[in-house]
């Protein structure tokens, strides 16, 4: 079992990549603060574990990734998170994302697509002392039963916007997805103004996995 130990080492490291996601363009510090307060290396397998803290996406099996800390600042950045927020997130891989969100005192709902990945993560959330919502399931069809969410955010990328999960939306949400093909995809920001209305913006490429489900890629 990966033994959770923290050094002055790895604290370096994260200082340094704190340091180069503020040169990439990342402003908010409450951002920088939990991504610095949260041990990436945790996340890795033994392995990996000296990649932790390289600004890169790696591998953490089922054919899933760890994103890359500029991908995670910027979503998470863009989804404006205030305290009490209560959050969807659609793709919980090894819950790293679920606990920046987690850290920055939202209220997290969190759904993974592959069964083995979503037992493995429970566990080992568990064994951080990290606990949101998990659950087991078609991210794409979002989690109704406890909908409305103040945020979505969908870390795979989509071939186009769930319309679950606009429906699950607030009134005055944020939903953030990266929609695009299967190798690219633009980040997608989405506001809803009424019922009926949202507007769109749309931010740099970037390359997810494919997101998984009846309303993704099969």
């Known amino acids: 079992m990966l033994k959770l130990e923290d050094t002055y080492l790895h604290k370096g ?3 340094a990549l704190i340091a180069l996601l503020r040169e990439k363009g990342i402003k908010s ?19 990996l574990i000296s990649h932790a803290y390289e600004d890169k996406a790696f591998p953490i099996g089922e054919g899933q990734t760890i994103s ?10 863009l989804l404006d998170v205030k305290e009490g927020d209560k959050i969807l997130e659609i793709g919980t891989g090894s819950g790293y994302q679920g606990s920046i ?9 969190s759904i993974e697509y592959q069964h083995k990945l979503y037992e493995g993560t429970k566990r080992f959330l568990k064994r951080l002392g990290i606990e949101f919502h998990l659950f087991y399931g078609d991210g794409t069809g979002g989690v109704p039963e406890y909908a409305p969410y103040d945020k979505i955010i969908v870390t795979a990328g989509a071939p186009v916007i769930p319309e679950a999960l606009i429906q699950q939306l607030k009134v005055g ?3 953030v997805i990266p929609v695009g093909d299967k190798k690219r995809q633009a980040m997608v920001r989405i506001i809803k103004k009424s019922a009926k ?4 913006e749309e931010f740099d490429g970037f390359a997810f996995v494919p997101l998984l489900g009846k309303d993704g890629w099969n």
């Open 13 to 15: 490291k994260r200082k």
């Open 29 to 47: 510090e409450r951002v920088l603060q939990a991504i610095n307060t949260l041990p990436r290396h945790f996340f890795f397998d033994s392995a």
């Open 68 to 77: 890359q800390p500029y991908t995670v600042a910027f979503q998470t950045e």
């Open 101 to 109: 969100l987690h850290l920055l005192g939202s209220d997290v709902y």
């Open 173 to 175: 949400g944020i939903l």
């Open 197 to 200: 209305e949202v507007v769109r």
